[in-house]
């Protein structure tokens, strides 16, 4: 049976903290158990190569010449590269990745909590969105188009996070981890 995925705060220790309760930021966070123990790596991957996502990897290749490989996917996940796609890698240690995209514009975080029961793990995954500033250096806040998209890009995330799991557990299943 799988976990519910949860609209929840950010861990006290979460890189994404940086930008979150600034006037110039939104926030997200996103999180769900699964009944075993899952490396960062192992959620890297699966997260940047499940099928929602390669999705959205199509259209970046296609919209801004970011291409990328499940191969990638996976040089990311081991730290063999600190890009892909349209993100390069700004922070990371051995249970969560905060990413940039080309932009700067907006941030991508993936984490592994471990829980008490020793088969159980929470991911956690989340989001930021930067708002541009003035010529003062004020935030000016977010836009129409993103007050008109925030529904869409937060039942995406869930859908992200949902398919991200289905691939864990069918890798699980298949021994792949």
């Known amino acids: 049976m799988f976990s519910r995925i949860e609209f929840v705060p950010l861990p006290h220790d979460a890189m994404l903290g940086r930008y979150e309760g600034t006037n110039h930021a939104y926030t997200d966070c996103y999180s769900v158990e699964l009944e075993r123990r899952v490396p960062l790596a192992d959620y890297i991957e699966a997260f940047y190569t499940n099928p929602v996502f390669k999705l ?6 296609i919209l801004f010449s970011k ?5 990638q996917a996976r040089e990311l996940a081991i730290g063999e590269r600190d890009s892909f796609s349209a993100w390069r890698v700004e922070d990371c240690d051995l249970k969560q990745i905060l990413l940039s995209d080309f932009s700067g514009r907006t941030r991508s975080w993936l984490m592994v909590e471990p829980m008490l029961d020793a088969n159980l793990v929470r991911l956690y995954f989340g989001s930021a969105v930067v708002f541009p500033r003035n010529s003062l250096g004020q935030a000016i806040g977010p836009s129409l188009s993103f007050r008109m998209l925030v529904g869409f890009h937060q039942l995406y995330s869930r859908i ?3 398919a991200t799991r289905r691939s864990l557990v069918a890798r699980s299943c298949q021994g792949d981890f």
């Open 56 to 61: 959205e990897r199509l259209i970046l290749s």
């Open 160 to 162: 992200l996070l949902s």
């Open 67 to 71: 291409p990328s490989t499940d191969k």
